[in-house]
C-alpha cells in the first residue's frame, strides 16, 4: 500500500513538443506529492510539488495534475528541450515526518 | 545559501569492512533523511533522524544504522558490508515538507 507506481519507463520527445510523465498511488494518507529531475552524477532536484487541495499547480514549463478520486498525478513539461534530458521521478509523502515513497523513474529524452 | 553536503563523494571497500558516510543539511534545517539508490530497486528510503532523533525507519536490515549530532549533522554507517550494498546514498535536508538532496556518495562493494 505504500508503492507508488510510475509510467512510462522511457519517453522520447521532439524538441518543442509536450512530456507526460503519469504517477498513481495507493496510500491515501499522502498529502504531499512532489517531482524531482535527476542528472547523471548528480543528487535529485526537486522539481515542483503539490497537495491533495489543489488539482493543478504550474511553475514555468512544468505542470503538475492531480485527481485526487483516482489517486493519479501527473507532470507535464511544455515546449520541451534538449536540456530537460534527465531522469524525472515522482514521490509521496505522509504526515509523520519526511519520508518519500518514489516512483520508478521515467528516462526522459528531448531530440533537438 | 549552500546545499546538503555529502562526504566523500566516492568510497571502495571489499565484503565483510564497514563503512560511515557523512552528511551536513542546509543551515536551519532539522531534518535529515537517507536514501538509497540502485538500477534495481531505485530509491528507497532508510531513515529519517530530527533534533537527534530517529522519527522514520524503512525496511532495512540493522546493519544499516545512522545518527544526528547537535549541529543537524548527520552519519550513516553500514557494518558487514554486502556485495548488494554497492549504491548511490542520498542525504535529503528538509524544514517543512520540500527535501532537498546532496550530491550523494556512491559506495562499491568488492
Known amino acids: 500500500q505504500q508503492q507508488v507506481k510510475q509510467s512510462p519507463q522511457s519517453l522520447i520527445v521532439q524538441k518543442g513538443g509536450i512530456s507526460i510523465i503519469n504517477c498513481a498511488y495507493e496510500n491515501t494518507a499522502f498529502d504531499y506529492f512532489p517531482w524531482y529531475q535527476q542528472f547523471p552524477g548528480k543528487g535529485p532536484a526537486l522539481l515542483i510539488a503539490?497537495?491533495?487541495?489543489?488539482s493543478e499547480k504550474k511553475e514555468g514549463r512544468f505542470t503538475i495534475s492531480f485527481n485526487k478520486s483516482a489517486k493519479q498525478f501527473s507532470l507535464h513539461i511544455m515546449d520541451s528541450q534538449p536540456g530537460d534530458s534527465a531522469t524525472y521521478f515522482c514521490a509521496a509523502q505522509g504526515t509523520s515526518g519526511s519520508r518519500l515513497t518514489f516512483g520508478e523513474g521515467t528516462q526522459l529524452t528531448v531530440n533537438p | 545559501k549552500a546545499g546538503v553536503t555529502q562526504t566523500p563523494r566516492y568510497l571502495i571497500k571489499t565484503r565483510g569492512q564497514q563503512v560511515t558516510l557523512s552528511c551536513s543539511p542546509i543551515?536551519?534545517?532539522?531534518?535529515v533523511s537517507w536514501y538509497q539508490q540502485t538500477p534495481g530497486q531505485g530509491l528507497q528510503f532508510l531513515f529519517e533522524?530530527?533534533?537527534?532523533?530517529?522519527?522514520n525507519k524503512g525496511n532495512f536490515p540493522g546493519r544499516f544504522s545512522g545518527r544526528q549530532f547537535s549541529n543537524s549533522r548527520s552519519e550513516m554507517n553500514v557494518s558487514t558490508l554486502e556485495l548488494g550494498d554497492s549504491a548511490l546514498y542520498l542525504c535529503?535536508?528538509?524544514?517543512?515538507?520540500?527535501?532537498?538532496f546532496g550530491p550523494g556518495t556512491r559506495l562499491t562493494v568488492l
Open positions: 535529503a535536508s528538509s524544514l517543512y515538507d520540500e527535501q532537498f
Open positions: 503539490i497537495r491533495p487541495d489543489v
Open positions: 533522524y530530527f533534533s537527534e532523533t530517529q522519527r
Open positions: 543551515s536551519g534545517h532539522r531534518s
